[in-house]
């Protein structure tokens, strides 16, 4: 049964920073490409990054120098340290797990979703 459980959203002012976690269990993140999405209200599910299984990294134009994704797997958790946030950072974040080796920023190539932690910037 594979689980990702999304944590650490909430509400920053513009400037600031976060940091959001996604732990998965019944799916090892060491054998499985992983990504971050995210979706405002009205708008399209993004791709923000993306991490492959060996660790290679991708990002969106718009939070490039601003955002990085990394995982710990040993404790079989992804994260996105978010910095020098913007309003229209503001969103749903979902982080998506897939076991082909690179699948990028396009959400529909990816098969396991968590429920979401929501990001509020002011």
């Not at 732990?23 to 999405?37: E, K």
Request: aromatic share 10%.
């Amino acid at each position: 049964h594979v689980q990702l459980v999304e944590s650490g959203g909430g509400s920053v002012q513009a400037g600031g920073s976060l940091r959001v976690s996604c732990a998965a269990s019944g799916l090892p993140l060491r054998f499985n490409s992983m990504g971050w999405f995210r979706q405002a209200p009205g708008k399209e599910r993004e791709g923000v990054a993306a991490i492959t299984r060996d660790g290679g990294t991708t990002y969106a134009d718009s939070v490039k120098g601003r955002f990085t994704i990394s995982k710990d797997n040993a404790k079989n958790t992804l994260y996105l340290q978010m910095n020098s946030l913007k309003p229209e950072d503001s969103a749903m974040y979902y982080c998506a797990a897939d076991p082909v080796r690179a699948r990028g920023l396009d959400y529909k190539r990816y098969n396991y979703w968590g429920q979401g932690t929501q990001v509020t910037v002011s």
